[in-house]
Nanobody
Framework: QVQLVESGGGLVQAGGSLRLSCAAS??????MGWFRQAPGKEREFVSA????????SYAESVKGRFTISRDNAKSTVYLQMDSLKPEDTAVYYC???????????????WGQGTQVTVSS
Protein backbone atom coordinates (compact mmCIF):
# COMPACT_ATOMS: atom_id res chain seq x y z
CA GLN A 1 0.00 0.00 0.00
CA VAL A 2 1.40 3.38 -0.97
CA GLN A 3 2.13 5.92 1.73
CA LEU A 4 2.45 9.63 1.04
CA VAL A 5 4.34 11.93 3.40
CA GLU A 6 4.25 15.69 2.86
CA SER A 7 6.67 18.29 4.15
CA GLY A 8 7.60 21.90 3.54
CA GLY A 9 4.57 23.85 4.70
CA GLY A 10 4.86 26.94 6.85
CA LEU A 11 4.17 30.64 7.22
CA VAL A 12 5.23 33.09 4.52
CA GLN A 13 4.44 36.67 3.60
CA ALA A 14 2.47 37.52 0.50
CA GLY A 15 4.72 37.48 -2.55
CA GLY A 16 7.00 34.89 -0.99
CA SER A 17 7.75 31.29 -1.93
CA LEU A 18 7.50 27.83 -0.43
CA ARG A 19 8.31 24.37 -1.73
CA LEU A 20 6.28 21.36 -0.71
CA SER A 21 7.57 17.81 -0.98
CA CYS A 22 5.69 14.52 -1.07
CA ALA A 23 7.60 11.28 -0.69
CA ALA A 24 5.89 8.08 -1.81
CA SER A 25 6.67 4.64 -0.45
CA UNK A 26 5.25 1.22 -1.11
CA UNK A 27 3.28 0.60 -4.27
CA UNK A 28 3.38 3.69 -6.49
CA UNK A 29 0.69 5.05 -8.76
CA UNK A 30 1.35 6.58 -12.17
CA UNK A 31 0.25 10.08 -11.19
CA MET A 32 0.74 12.25 -8.14
CA GLY A 33 -0.33 15.71 -7.30
CA TRP A 34 -1.68 18.23 -4.84
CA PHE A 35 -5.02 19.39 -3.51
CA ARG A 36 -5.74 22.08 -0.95
CA GLN A 37 -8.51 22.87 1.48
CA ALA A 38 -9.04 26.29 2.98
CA PRO A 39 -11.14 26.79 6.14
CA GLY A 40 -14.83 26.48 5.36
CA LYS A 41 -14.21 25.47 1.76
CA GLU A 42 -14.19 22.23 -0.18
CA ARG A 43 -10.96 20.49 -1.07
CA GLU A 44 -9.82 21.57 -4.52
CA PHE A 45 -7.38 20.31 -7.12
CA VAL A 46 -4.12 22.25 -7.45
CA SER A 47 -1.71 20.36 -9.69
CA ALA A 48 -0.70 16.89 -10.92
CA UNK A 49 2.18 15.18 -12.70
CA UNK A 50 2.71 11.77 -14.27
CA UNK A 51 5.74 9.73 -13.26
CA UNK A 52 6.54 8.50 -16.73
CA UNK A 53 6.23 11.32 -19.27
CA UNK A 54 6.15 14.12 -16.73
CA UNK A 55 2.86 15.45 -18.07
CA UNK A 56 1.44 18.16 -15.86
CA SER A 57 -1.88 19.78 -15.04
CA TYR A 58 -2.67 22.93 -13.06
CA ALA A 59 -5.69 24.66 -11.67
CA GLU A 60 -6.30 28.03 -13.32
CA SER A 61 -5.84 29.81 -9.99
CA VAL A 62 -2.19 28.70 -9.70
CA LYS A 63 -1.02 28.66 -13.33
CA GLY A 64 2.12 30.73 -13.78
CA ARG A 65 2.82 30.79 -10.03
CA PHE A 66 3.12 27.13 -9.03
CA THR A 67 5.37 24.51 -10.62
CA ILE A 68 5.09 20.79 -10.06
CA SER A 69 8.05 18.47 -10.62
CA ARG A 70 9.18 14.97 -9.73
CA ASP A 71 12.32 13.07 -8.84
CA ASN A 72 11.78 9.49 -9.95
CA ALA A 73 14.87 8.21 -8.13
CA LYS A 74 13.56 9.57 -4.83
CA SER A 75 9.88 8.81 -5.54
CA THR A 76 9.22 12.41 -4.54
CA VAL A 77 7.01 15.08 -6.04
CA TYR A 78 7.54 18.78 -5.41
CA LEU A 79 5.29 21.81 -5.60
CA GLN A 80 7.20 25.07 -5.96
CA MET A 81 4.87 27.89 -4.97
CA ASP A 82 5.90 31.42 -5.93
CA SER A 83 4.14 34.78 -5.72
CA LEU A 84 2.00 33.42 -2.92
CA LYS A 85 -1.22 35.19 -2.03
CA PRO A 86 -3.25 35.16 1.18
CA GLU A 87 -5.93 33.19 -0.68
CA ASP A 88 -3.41 30.37 -1.12
CA THR A 89 -3.67 29.74 2.62
CA ALA A 90 -4.87 26.16 3.10
CA VAL A 91 -3.93 22.67 4.14
CA TYR A 92 -2.18 21.12 1.17
CA TYR A 93 -2.65 17.41 0.58
CA CYS A 94 -0.53 15.12 -1.55
CA UNK A 95 -2.50 12.63 -3.63
CA UNK A 96 -1.88 9.65 -5.91
CA UNK A 97 -3.93 7.90 -8.59
CA UNK A 98 -3.51 5.65 -11.65
CA UNK A 99 -3.78 8.60 -14.06
CA UNK A 100 -3.82 12.40 -13.97
CA UNK A 101 -7.46 12.39 -15.09
CA UNK A 102 -8.46 10.18 -12.18
CA UNK A 103 -6.31 12.15 -9.76
CA UNK A 104 -8.02 15.45 -10.56
CA UNK A 105 -11.37 14.08 -9.44
CA UNK A 106 -11.04 10.99 -7.22
CA UNK A 107 -7.52 10.34 -5.91
CA UNK A 108 -6.77 6.84 -4.71
CA UNK A 109 -4.47 7.78 -1.84
CA TRP A 110 -4.02 10.86 0.32
CA GLY A 111 -1.25 12.22 2.46
CA GLN A 112 -1.86 13.67 5.91
CA GLY A 113 -1.65 17.29 4.79
CA THR A 114 0.65 20.22 5.52
CA GLN A 115 -0.41 23.74 6.48
CA VAL A 116 0.51 26.69 4.29
CA THR A 117 -0.27 30.14 5.66
CA VAL A 118 0.30 33.29 3.62
CA SER A 119 0.12 36.54 5.57
CA SER A 120 -0.84 39.84 3.95
Amino acid sequence: QVQLVESGGGLVQAGGSLRLSCAASGRTFSAMGWFRQAPGKEREFVSAISWGRGSTSYAESVKGRFTISRDNAKSTVYLQMDSLKPEDTAVYYCAAAPTIVVLTTTPTRWGQGTQVTVSS
